[in-house]
């Protein structure tokens, strides 16, 4: 007897983001951080070539504002005084369900589709609380007490990839399951006070944001057609995320940049790129965009949604990519083939092939 296999669909995706612009606010107080004459001219040298018009946060850039003052993000960050890691939780704690209520009320999951949710998963990196969203998401939406929830944590920018790879695995094995899938990062939370260019220069690109997905065996969407993971060799120090007393310590390297490219021009992280049409590469920074383009030697116009997802809010760790396959979803015409592609701690580069249906 000949066994059918079941298809994974990502039937669609609902994005959002707080109210508070804060790109321009930030770049004035890291730059008035920096002490050296000489590093304040490279950093802001550094911000006009980021290509990142927004990035929004659920801390208010205004000080003392209006009926946010209580996330005021200058009362928040003080200089010589930053908030200690119990202080950022209890504000993740706040903060977190207000913006995954927003994203999945975004999703408009009808009557149908909301009963027929089985399955909870949640990915992010920058904050813990338990019971956690996961139990939000339940509260929320009125689902069943006995729905499965898997939560996806610390793994960084590639936690999406991570996560639509076990929706896909839960759904082949159980045909009628209904996946919610959220991604949720507060990396506004996670800024240092520090005197070393590389670290504030890290900080430029990092934003707030989450995505809701829906994924069944329903033939809409984009179908998931397989997933690759690639370690970069010698490479495991260049991205690091660790949790001290004063918040999460990152480290971004200068160099992930240079060893991607060089890992994608070597055919390291992909063995072909051939028939791919779209393109939905995780925008972590102009620089990594740029390697990837001439890594992969595509065309100017190949990644022009994740430079637009980019421009327009950032970088948002796990939820990022999903901002770039929503823009793709919304214009993919049937059969066009993708490769959905997003880096991190490792150095690891995480792979989905797709195809719109």
């Known amino acids: 007897m000949q066994l059918i296999e079941t298809t994974a669909y990502l039937n669609r995706i609902a994005t959002a983001v707080p109210e508070h612009?804060?790109?321009?606010?930030?770049?004035?107080?890291?730059?008035?951080?920096?002490?050296?004459?000489?590093?304040?001219?490279?950093?802001?040298?550094?911000?006009?070539?980021?290509?990142?018009?927004?990035?929004?946060?659920?801390?208010?850039?205004?000080?003392?504002?209006?009926?946010?003052?209580?996330?005021?993000?200058?009362?928040?960050?003080?200089?010589?005084?930053?908030?200690?890691?119990?202080?950022?939780?209890?504000?993740?704690?706040?903060?977190?369900?207000v913006l995954m209520r927003k994203a999945v009320d975004?999703?408009?999951?009808?009557?149908?589709?909301?009963?027929?949710?089985?399955?909870?998963?949640?990915?992010?990196?920058?904050?813990?609380?338990?019971p956690g969203l996961?139990?939000?998401?339940?509260?929320?939406?009125?689902?069943?007490?006995?729905?499965?929830?898997?939560?996806?944590?610390?793994?960084?920018?590639?936690?999406?990839?991570?996560?639509l790879k076990l929706a896909r695995h839960i759904v082949r094995s159980e045909p009628k399951a209904g996946v919610l899938m959220l991604n949720l990062e507060l990396c506004t939370l996670h800024f240092q006070e520090s005197q070393e260019l590389e670290q504030v220069l890290s900080f430029l690109v990092f934003a707030d944001g989450a995505a809701a997905s829906l994924i069944t065996a329903r033939e809409q969407g984009f179908a998931l057609d397989s997933f690759k993971a690639v370690m970069v060799p010698e490479t495991r120090g260049l991205i690091t995320w660790k949790i001290r007393g004063l918040g999460f310590d990152m480290l971004l390297s200068g160099q992930v940049p240079a060893e991607l490219g060089r890992a994608l021009h070597e055919g390291g992280l992909m063995a072909e790129g051939d028939g791919i049409d779209l393109w939905a590469v995780h925008p972590g920074g102009r620089s990594i965009l740029d390697a990837v383009e001439k890594g992969l030697e595509l065309p100017p116009d190949a990644l022009a949604a994740s430079r637009e997802v980019l421009s327009s809010f950032g970088n948002m760790s796990s939820a990022t990519v999903m901002f770039v396959l929503q823009r793709m979803m919304q214009q993919a015409q049937p059969g066009r083939r993708g490769c959905a592609m997003s880096f991190g701690p490792g150095l690891t580069a995480e792979t989905m092939r797709f195809h719109a249906v």
């Open 134 to 163: 996961d139990f939000e998401i339940v509260d929320h939406l009125g689902l069943s007490a006995g729905v499965e929830r898997t939560m996806v944590g610390f793994m960084g920018c590639y936690a999406a990839m991570n996560a």
């Open 106 to 130: 975004q999703l408009a999951l009808n009557e149908e589709e909301r009963s027929g949710i089985t399955h909870v998963l949640v990915t992010c990196c920058t904050g813990f609380y338990a």
């Open 21 to 97: 612009d804060v790109h321009d606010a930030f770049a004035v107080f890291a730059e008035q951080m920096l002490a050296d004459p000489r590093l304040r001219t490279v950093f802001r040298r550094m911000v006009s070539r980021a290509n990142i018009a927004h990035r929004y946060s659920f801390l208010d850039p205004q000080k003392g504002s209006g009926p946010f003052s209580s996330h005021d993000a200058h009362e928040f960050y003080r200089r010589g005084n930053f908030p200690n890691t119990a202080r950022r939780m209890e504000l993740f704690e706040q903060n977190a369900p």
